[in-house]
């Protein structure tokens, strides 16, 4: 039911920059822990950072210190600011609900994130 669509990913060289963003439908995303992802074909997918209801954070040890979740609730809005980034950080980026504490909806389309010299 919930749809989630992904935006702002692109190509950038090592120690870029970038900000995602992730519009989420429905009435229940302010009381809804959410979560970035990503993945790397034939890798698993990944939660790299996740923000409960009331704003708490946390991160992958891979991406901590470099990417800041935050979410505007009125807005039904996620964002991913991504600084330093590395080759690692290469994959497709997904929002959706923190599997920590909510089933996952489905997947939107994600948006790539590419980073090499």
């Known amino acids: 039911q919930v749809q989630f669509v992904e935006s702002g990913g692109g190509s950038v060289q090592p120690g870029g920059s970038l900000r995602l963003s992730c519009a989420a439908s429905?009435?229940?995303?302010?009381?809804?822990?959410m979560g970035w992802y990503r993945q790397v074909p034939g890798n698993q997918r990944e939660l790299v950072a996740g923000i409960t209801r009331g704003g708490s954070t946390n991160y992958a040890d891979s991406v901590k210190g470099r990417f800041t979740i935050s979410r505007d609730n009125a807005k039904n809005m996620v964002y991913l600011q991504m600084n330093s980034l590395k080759s690692e950080d290469t994959a497709r980026y997904y929002c959706n609900f923190h599997s920590a504490y909510v089933r996952l909806g489905s997947w939107g389309q994600g948006t790539q994130v590419t980073v090499s010299a």
């Open positions: 429905g009435s229940i995303f302010s009381i809804v822990a």
